[in-house]
């Protein structure tokens, strides 16, 4: 087992709530909401516009002796999102008393676009006053160096406190307590502008905001309707609308298809037919808003939470934690996969993988540590940026565990794309195909680590096509991109999409859930891009009985070389049907082994080899390191005279 590959490399540095600022990447989140010592006036609110306030602007006449909440947010920011969860909760239970007010200040350049922050408050229900930042000139008037934060002012106009994150809503209701008691009959109460409301229209479909999109064995579409909480079976022509599964009601309720509650579905994932008449269920759909797993009968729409407790994952020292799944907490699930003989679950909202298996009843966590970031290696070692899109490639025997595939991660606000690995032969390990860091985003085709690098921007979804490359929801730049693992290349399949938030590969076509425009639509894929993968090569030689010497030859491309530092970089797995080999079958590290030959058959030959960017040890610890594989199937046949090696050479290109 190679340790080299497993050596981290970070490019930029976690955040453990929220986002900061380039600037300010290591901004930690407060632990507690204390009122302010110091008088320090709150500055006004300017920015390109206001919504949900039926076009009028709030100044500060519209806010003197009132209770003021600030909530500074942008769209593609999980934690942001599950704050606005919390600011309704502190609305309802305040009521008139408390005023609260949105500033969406982007981070991504498409989150500056008016009908992109149009869109983001009316996808998510945001029905307070929202401020259109985009210059950010309020969010640098108050110092805001965070995504979210949180500012509460009072009644004359000063800062009372000032947070960054998530889970500080029963501090900040203290401190609107404490105000209400302190200023009594001196506050104003009421709404700001009576019941006026921006106009909301209507979509052009019966799809709002869909989420993400699997394929039904008749050929059907199962599709997440995100903004109207439900589910719906669409036809193959991806318009007529068969079947609704949800009440359309934001909320947690299992039971029938047509009473049955979501909150903001997303990720949906097929079991195979086997399991699911074992568990009784069909697909596992990620429940964002409810913070939950469910399992759902196609047969007759029958829905049941099959993990999570409803309450959100909020506390590190329990993120690492599994057990049965209905007593663990989860953390906004954004999509689900069948992976190696279990669902993969993207918890976008703690920056992890975690594996859910229905037959066992059980979570644990995958792959990484909860911090925010981009860094390789072992499972327990990476950092992942709010993931939000999974997919698998397709082994030969889906089934095997010694070869499950890779599973492939849209890793959001890095804006990068991930691989695991779970393979036995190098150890299980978490890589960056493309991707520099948490605020290097945009849209360059090329070298995915060249001059330039390639850049995505803010992606959300995933497939595997027929020929082993990748295709990207790049969901920020209205475009679905291509990742091809041979060339380590990335290209632009199709443009002029609005926030395509799911691609799922669909036969010789992609199906790509276009969210923004409330729509699927589905791509014919190039030819070049239908052909399979090459399978394992095919060798036939005449050896002699006994000990045969395998030799498997690598030499790594220019540029890179093997570091043997912490241990054996290559290893080799050898199988064989009965009877063919007497002794060398099974894994070690290396890349020659003894095999004694006991009759003719064919000997399975995996190589797999790990390479480092540079040319020699002195590379520092943070070079990108490439993994590459191949297999032969070697038909052996044992004759008298017959050769006492084997040599097979393991092509960087392979």
């Known amino acids: 087992m190679t340790q080299r590959i497993f050596t981290p490399i970070v490019r930029g540095a976690p955040t453990r709530s929220g986002h900061g600022r380039p600037e300010h990447r290591d901004r930690r989140r407060c632990c507690a909401v204390v009122r302010a010592t110091s008088r320090v006036r709150a500055p006004a609110l300017r920015g390109r516009r206001w919504l949900g306030t039926g076009g009028r602007d709030v100044g500060p006449d519209d806010l003197r002796r009132r209770i003021v909440l600030i909530d500074f947010w942008t769209a593609g920011c999980v934690n942001c999102l599950r704050v606005l969860d919390e600011l309704a909760a502190l609305e ?34 945001v029905d307070h006053p929202v401020l259109d930042d985009a210059g950010l000139v309020t969010w640098d008037a108050f110092a805001a160096r965070a995504w979210p934060t949180l500012v509460l002012v009072d009644p004359r106009g000063y800062v009372v406190a000032q947070v960054s994150g998530e889970g500080h809503g029963p501090e900040l209701s203290a401190l609107v307590d404490e105000l209400v008691d302190e200023y009594g009959d001196a506050l104003r109460r009421g709404p700001l502008f009576g019941e006026a409301q921006a106009e909301v229209p209507e979509p052009p479909s019966d799809l709002l905001f869909p989420g ?34 949800g009440d359309g009601t934001r909320w947690r309720r299992d039971g029938a298809g047509d009473t049955a509650r979501f909150a903001e579905p997303l990720g949906v994932a097929a079991l195979p037919p086997e399991v699911a008449a074992v568990v009784g269920y069909d697909v596992v759909v990620a429940d964002s ?8 009968r196609l047969a007759d729409g029958w829905v049941s939470t099959v993990a999570g407790t409803g309450e959100q994952l909020r506390s590190r020292t329990a993120v690492g934690a599994g057990g049965a799944a209905l007593e663990v907490r989860l953390s906004t699930p954004w999509d689900a996969v069948w992976w190696h003989g279990r669902v993969v679950v993207a918890m976008a909202g703690c920056h992890q993988l975690w594996a859910f298996d229905p037959q066992a009843g059980t979570v644990a966590v995958l792959a990484g540590t909860a911090d925010e970031g981009l860094r390789d290696g072992r499972p327990d070692e990476a950092f992942f940026a709010q993931p939000s899109g999974l997919a698998t490639g397709d082994p ?33 390990v978490v890589t960056t195909a493309v991707g520099q860091g948490l605020f290097d985003f945009g849209w360059q085709d090329g070298p995915a680590f060249g001059e330039p690098p390639a850049l995505l921007q803010h992606p959300l979804g995933i497939a595997v096509l027929p020929d082993g490359s990748v295709a990207v929801a790049d969901t920020y730049n209205g475009a679905v991109r291509r990742y091809d693992p041979a060339t380590r290349a990335v290209s632009t399949l199709a443009d002029g999409l609005r926030e395509p938030s799911d691609v799922v590969c669909d036969g010789n076509a992609l199906l790509v859930v276009e969210s923004a425009a409330h729509r699927l639509l589905r791509l014919p894929l190039p030819a070049a891009l239908l052909a399979a993968p090459a399978a394992a090569r095919k060798v036939r030689v005449a050896v002699g009985a006994g000990a045969v010497a395998l030799r498997v030859r690598f030499t ?10 912490f241990g054996e970089p290559a290893s080799l797995t050898v199988s064989a049907p009965a009877g063919v080999l007497e002794s060398g079958a099974g894994t070690a590290a290396g890349l020659e082994r003894v095999l004694r030959v006991g009759g003719p058959g064919t000997v399975r030959v995996d190589a797999v080899a790990a390479a480092c960017d540079g040319d020699s040890d002195e590379v520092g610890i943070f070079a990108a390191c490439h993994r590459y594989r191949q297999e032969w199937d070697v038909e052996v046949a044992v004759v008298p005279g017959g050769a006492a090696a084997v040599e097979l050479e393991l092509a960087p290109g392979a």
């Open 212 to 245: 993400k999109a699997v394929v039904l064995p008749g050929g059907e579409v199962l599709v997440s309707d995100t903004g109207q909480h439900r589910l719906v079976v669409l036809d193959p022509d991806l318009a007529t609308l068969r079947r609704v599964i």
């Open 92 to 125: 309802r239970r305040h009521g008139d008393g408390l005023v609260v007010l949105g500033v969406h200040s982007p981070k991504f350049p498409h989150e500056a676009q008016p009908e992109a922050v149009a869109d983001a408050v009316r996808r998510h229900g």
């Open 289 to 296: 808003g409810n913070h939950v797993l469910r399992g759902v």
């Open 396 to 428: 030969d025997e889906p089934d095997d565990p010694d070869d499950p595939g890779t599973l492939w991660v849209a890793d959001a606000e890095s804006s990068a794309v991930r691989s695991v690995a779970a393979d036995p032969r190098a150890g299980a």
């Open 556 to 565: 790594p491309p220019s540029g890179q070389y093997l570091d043997r530092r």
